[in-house]
């Protein structure tokens, strides 16, 4: 204050007002269903990487539901099935398409030569669809396909194309199995908006930004530049 600096942020008031109220009911309704305390929302501009608003919890004021920690831009969550778009798109880079066929069936995953350790995923309707396209299977969000998926792409390959898409957390390669495909790894929320950013750019990341200028009474300190990163070839972002 004393220096004189003026920070203008990307921030819309009319969503960030908006998004404050979606936030109080939608913490309040999780709480009464699901015993979940807290909640928190990032929107971003997907053509120029600007945070258009982000509450980073219920309440800042309420620390005994940790009020003043920033869920959205330093907590880590499980993103559940919402990180499946990025196995799929890995697979389409290793040529598989969206006709590929795989079986929705009951099966159980040994990648360790160790029974005692193998992996029998359900589907969330505890029902099995048989034969069904990586298209439709992605759509319904069903749960084998998926796993199997990320069996074919390998899960090397699956954490080199989600950190492409700027998922910067999943670092730790001995901790993940068949299961990071419905989400048994965590990541930022302002990183999962900015990588599903990618799909709507035809495969561009546009650095995320929550500053437009920086400024004196006599000078710009900083200001907001569009920095653009080819991520996915379009024809694959697109399937």
């Known amino acids: 204050r ?4 003026k920070v203008i942020p990307t ?9 404050e109220e979606v936030i109080a009911r939608g913490a309040k309704r999780n709480n009464e269903l699901y015993q979940g305390r807290n909640a928190a929302l990032v ?5 120029t990487g600007e945070i258009l608003a982000l509450v980073g919890s219920q309440d800042y004021f309420d620390t005994a539901n940790d009020g003043n ?3 959205a831009a330093q907590g880590l969550r499980q993103p559940g099935s919402a990180i499946k778009p990025f196995v799929y798109a890995a697979a389409f880079k290793k040529g598989y398409t969206p006709e590929t066929v795989v079986f929705d069936l009951e099966t159980e995953f040994d990648t360790t030569l160790d029974p005692a350790k193998s992996y029998k995923p359900q589907n969330f309707t505890e029902r099995f669809l048989g034969p069904i396209t990586l298209r439709s299977a992605l759509a319904q969000s069903v749960n084998v396909p998926a796993v199997k998926v990320l069996y074919l792409v390998g899960l090397d390959e699956a954490l080199k194309t989600a950190r492409e898409f700027g998922l910067s957390t999943l670092t730790e390669r001995s901790r993940y199995g068949l299961s990071l495909v419905l989400g048994g790894g965590e990541v930022k929320l302002i990183d999962l908006v900015g990588a599903y950013s990618v799909f709507a750019q035809d495969g561009f990341r546009h650095r995320q930004s929550l500053v437009l200028k920086v ?10 530049q569009d920095e653009i990163l ?3 070839e379009p024809q694959y972002a697109r399937l």
Request: hydrophobic share 40%; no cysteine.
């Open 215 to 224: 400024e004196t009474k006599n000078k710009i300190l900083e200001a907001y």
């Open 11 to 19: 921030l819309d008031w009319q969503l960030q007002k908006t998004a």
């Open 230 to 232: 080819p991520v996915l």
């Open 69 to 71: 920690f920033n869920v």
């Open 43 to 47: 929107a971003e501009d997907p053509k």
């Open 2 to 5: 004393t220096a004189g600096l």
